[in-house]
């Protein structure tokens, strides 16, 4: 029988089966092909009750109000403490008696104590067996089995303290109980052992083996000392519940179930039910179940029988003859339908697919595990890929089987429960009223044009009112089912997903971003290195720009940000990228309206070397024009000193002193003029004095001259402002005839020009300091020189400082000097020397790196860690010791 049908009344409206459902047995129902209904209802439900029934209660229980309970199949208890007693010498001995079922039981399988299974060694006396391991020789049970006749225990009796307390008349009659006695031991007890006692319940009327109902056996309703418990009857769901439909009880009385005569419970049905729960699966029986059924106070019959016969995949249906299961099993089809059947102008309804609150392609729960002392345990969850496919996405339950305490049985359940909800269509018909015999829980066959061929369970029925179509028509309402809810090896047919128009798909970031290394090639002809990001081109019309961030992968504190159309799949990355260094770069999109999106993977590259062979072409060429203007430098400086002097010998003295061979002279001169076109300004004050030994022949003279001068020219359109400032000293030393022998010289010379021609505008200082001594032909200079011009064209700039030295001997000199460049673009140190020392702090300790010669630079002795060609293809690794070459 299909175990997640809905269980409906034999006599109910053609929708009456969802409340018959949710208020009856169904195994699965409630949990599974119930949901939608469960959701719908949710709100308007109370809160569940505290779970009362099921199969273990590991907590020992206490008090005199407690209900009646039976213990069915294999089942787990700590007990019902209703007697404890201490006796012998200081009273060092102590039993307690544990009540196990209120209905005889077949005996204890195992005894855990303490949290640990224990063996059980041989009867020691009145006290029961011994309980072996860490409690030998201390601690004792023995099993009560609950017979109606039994008598009072003996060894109560006799260790009552006070004698009187356990009688004779304490037989507690059909009530299964445990004693358990301990002898204290102050090493080993801190309290009373916990004990969990694992029990063979019930011994149980099986209608299979009674002849006299149609079976073969000796076993006899009336006669409890017929039932068993052995050979699977004390562990089959229907067999338990029909021994709880027919009642427990105890000289006469009824203790728990419903008490129903025979002639309710039809045996065929019966005796059939139980043998598919006894045929064997993975070497055990297909369905057992054990658990406790109470008594107590709010617990229904249906909440008794429920975990019992969800072990079993069945349900209970209740039709004409009687109450009926039918199990988790594939049923034969009792008839065949086709369209001819349904009568025309009746409403009939058909659902192909379940509601999404409906479906379910994984189960998950939890049973009882007894390798866990019974505890509740998780069993292995089960999902259905197929399923999960056709749903695109998870729709899991909860399924526990509070009867279950195998864990490949809670499993082949929970893979049940998925199958049998895979099977989606549902219908309500109206036939003729030959059909009227179909029941509740029938499988049938709807053979229809319209439909297809499919088979049914009739999970409603009801006569239909009467109206023009006739009288005594059936309505039934239909569930599909199938053999592969019961056997793997099917395969169900998954029905198509209903797809809803899709969206709009809006980016959130570019995709297959990318981020490679390579080059770009200047208006010089130079070539920089550089990096391209790239994506997949975007079709998205809100989205108007791509950003993209990059930086060193070694410093991400400083990110550089470039932005471009979105037209464009690309960029270049120029600005701060530099040479053999590794990027880091991401990407975004912007989008109007703004909306919030996401930065793409992050990708890393690794630039290219920069074109060094071009490189030292520029580098050559600017060492060419630096050294070229160090010369003019020179060469400018002694124009000017030798300017300075005519310009002092022609200077008219204001004042003048001489007194025959020593003279001293000041000087001044002014000089203003303006035109349309020029306008000037200069002065120049000096001081000169002289000596003269005619004896001796010598002459010796000095000056100073102070000259300050300023200009404004428009010539042509060209507008121009100079300023200058020149100051410059003198000594000589000669002969009266005027034959210099010995000259020194210095001069300072501060110069600024601003022009503006065809709009452009060009600004240059200069700022000139200079020494010069002479002695015969021996000579010595230096210079330091500073020039800095803006403007002229666009990002031109420049700045050089020069220290020149120069030393000369008759005819050959030598020029050592340091020259400063820099650009917009590029900055350039050169050192113009034969050798050139490096030295630290410390005083003597200097090292000359290389020296040049010839042209040819020529490195001295050093320590190296790597060197690596301009190609890459051969590294000198100066730590390893090796040399390393590649194709």
């Known amino acids: 029988m299909a175990v997640l049908a809905p269980v409906v009344a034999a006599v109910s409206g053609a929708f009456a089966g969802a409340a018959s459902f949710l208020g009856g047995l169904g195994a699965f129902g409630r949990a599974i092909v119930g949901i939608g209904l469960s959701l719908a209802a949710k709100a308007f439900q109370k809160k569940p009750k505290v779970k009362t029934v099921g199969g273990t209660k590991l907590d020992v229980q206490y008090g005199s109000d407690q209900p009646r309970e039976i213990g069915l199949g294999l089942f787990a208890v700590a007990g019902h403490d209703v007697y404890t007693n201490t006796y012998g010498k200081a009273n060092k001995y102590i039993s307690k008696v544990f009540v196990l079922s209120d209905f005889r039981i077949d005996g204890l399988e195992r005894l855990a104590v303490n949290g640990e299974y224990t063996a059980l060694g041989p009867a020691d006396g009145d006290r029961g067996v011994k309980v072996l391991g860490d409690f030998e020789d201390l601690l004792w049970v023995k099993i009560v089995l609950g017979l109606p006749d039994q008598a009072a225990d003996p060894f109560l009796i006799d260790t009552a303290n006070p004698n009187g307390r356990w009688t004779a008349a304490h037989r507690l009659a059909g009530v299964a109980y445990a004693i358990v006695t301990a002898k204290w031991d102050d090493q080993k007890m801190n309290s009373f052992p916990q004990v969990l006692f694992e029990c063979r319940g019930a011994p149980l009327y099986d209608v299979r083996r009674d002849t006299t109902a149609g079976g073969s056996g000796s076993h006899r309703w009336d006669d409890q000392s017929t039932w068993q418990f052995g050979d699977g009857v004390g562990t089959n769901p229907i067999v338990q ?21 025979a002639t309710d419970l039809p045996s065929s049905a019966w005796m059939a039910a139980a043998n598919v729960c006894d045929e064997p699966v993975d070497g055990a029986a297909r369905y057992r179940s054990g ?47 086709t369209d001819a059947d349904l009568i025309v102008g009746e409403r009939h309804t058909f659902r192909a697919k379940r509601s999404r609150s409906e479906l379910i392609n994984g189960v998950f729960g939890s049973y009882n595990s007894p390798a866990d002392l019974w505890s509740s345990t998780a069993y292995k969850p089960v999902s259905n890929a197929l399923a999960l496919a056709a749903d695109r996405e998870r729709h899991a339950v909860q399924l526990d089987w509070e009867a279950v305490s195998d864990e490949s049985q809670a499993v082949r359940l929970a893979e049940t429960a998925i199958r049998q909800n895979r099977y989606q269509a549902s219908a309500q018909i109206v036939v003729r009223p030959r059909w009227i015999a179909l029941e509740i829980g029938d499988w049938i066959r709807w053979d229809s044009a319209r439909r297809g061929n499919r088979v049914w369970q009739v999970v409603g029925r009801s006569l239909a009112p009467l109206g023009p179509q006739g009288a005594r028509n059936v309505s039934l309402t239909l569930q599909e089912v199938g053999s592969g ?9 998954e029905v198509t997903p209903r797809t809803p128009p899709a969206g709009p798909v809006y980016t959130l970031t570019v995709e297959n971003f990318l981020l490679v290394a390579t080059s770009v090639t200047a208006e010089n002809g130079r070539v920089y290195p550089a990096l391209q990001a790239q994506w997949d081109a975007i079709d998205d019309l809100t989205v108007t720009e791509v950003r993209v961030q990059y930086w060193k992968t070694s410093d991400p504190s400083v990110v550089l940000e470039k932005r471009v159309s979105v037209a464009q799949p690309y960029i270049l990355l120029v600005e701060g990228v530099l040479p053999v260094t590794q990027y880091t770069a ?121 000259q300050l001068s300023s200009r404004t020219t428009n ?38 020009t601003v022009s503006n021609q065809d709009a452009t505008i060009t600004a240059t200082a200069d700022a000139v300091t200079g020494v010069q001594a002479t002695v015969g032909d021996l000579s010595a200079s230096g210079l330091i020189s500073f020039k800095v011009i803006a403007g002229g064209g666009a990002n031109s700039a420049s700045s050089r400082v020069a220290i020149l030295t120069k030393a000369k001997a008759s005819d050959s000199f030598k020029e050592a000097g340091i020259y400063i460049d820099t650009t917009a673009t590029t900055s350039t140190i050169l050192l113009r020397a034969d050798k050139v020392f490096i030295s630290d702090a410390a005083v003597g300790n200097q090292a000359q790196p290389f020296v040049v010669q010839g042209g040819v630079v020529k490195l001295a002795v050093g320590r190296f860690q790597q060197l690596i060609s301009d190609n890459g293809k051969m590294v000198i690794n100066g730590s390893n010791g090796t040399i390393e070459l590649y194709d």
């Not at 060492?623 to 030798?642: P, T």
């Not at 100051?727 to 010289?745: K, P």
């Open 241 to 261: 519940a029909y021994c709880y439909e027919r009642g427990f009880t105890v000289a006469g009385e009824l203790i728990i179930g419903k008490g129903m005569p």
């Open 291 to 337: 658990c406790l059924v109470t008594a107590a106070d709010g617990v229904t019959h249906r909440d008794n029988l429920e975990p019992i016969l969800e072990a079993a995949g069945a349900m209970l249906v209740e039709k004409v003859d009687g109450d009926q299961p039918i199990v988790g099993a594939n049923q034969a089809t009792v008839a065949t339908l």
């Open 485 to 493: 809810i019961y056997d793997g090896s099917v395969s169900i047919p």
């Open 586 to 706: 991401q990407a975004s999109v912007v989008t109007s309206p703004p909306r919030d999106t996401v930065w793409s993977r992050q990708w890393s590259a690794t630039t290219l070397a920069e074109d060094l062979a071009f490189q030292l072409e520029l580098d050559l060429k600017e060492i060419r024009d630096i050294i070229a203007g160090g010369q003019e430098m020179f060469e400018e400086f002694e124009e000017r000193l030798q300017a300075l002097a005519v310009n002092v010998a022609l200077i008219t003295g204001k004042q003048l002193l001489d007194l025959g061979g020593v003279s001293a002279r000041l000087l001044d001169e002014e000089k203003v003029r303006a035109s349309q076109t020029d306008a000037l300004a200069t002065r120049t004050s000096g001081v000169e004095t002289g000596l003269a030994d005619a004896n001796a022949g010598i002459a010796a003279a000095s000056s100073a001259v102070a």
């Open 715 to 752: 010539i042509e359109g060209v507008l121009t402002t100079q300023a200058e400032a020149l100051t410059g000293v003198q000594s000589r030393l000669g002969t009266v005839e005027g034959t210099v022998s010995g000259q020194a010289s210095a001069l300072s010379s501060l110069q600024t």
